[in-house]
């Protein structure tokens, strides 16, 4: 691999942005599944140090029914 395809590489990985928006797309349907959702759901992102913190807010008008099971 080249050098230019290493940081191409490596920007995907530390784009952030790029990174929460996927996963906001992915973690969507799901949230879908248990909740009847008010708003769009939110992914919030920084750096700690060395490290990435993610949030996910959902604001939900309702929790969907679960049939019979208890938790």
């Given at each position: 691999?080249?050098?230019i395809d290493e940081l191409l590489i490596?920007?995907?990985?530390?784009?952030?942005?790029?990174?929460?928006?996927?996963?906001?797309?992915?973690?969507?349907?799901?949230?879908?599944?248990?909740?009847?959702?008010?708003?769009?759901?939110?992914?919030?992102?920084?750096?700690?140090?060395?490290?990435?913190?993610?949030?996910?807010e959902i604001e939900a008008d309702r929790?969907?029914?679960?049939?019979?099971?208890?938790?």
């Amino acid at each position: 691999m080249n050098r230019i395809d290493e940081l191409l590489i490596r920007d995907k990985f530390t784009n952030l942005e790029s990174v929460a928006e996927v996963l906001k797309e992915e973690i969507t349907p799901i949230a879908r599944n248990f909740l009847l959702m008010s708003d769009e759901l939110k992914v919030r992102y920084r750096r700690n140090g060395d490290k990435f913190v993610f949030s996910v807010e959902i604001e939900a008008d309702r929790i969907k029914p679960f049939g019979s099971r208890l938790f």
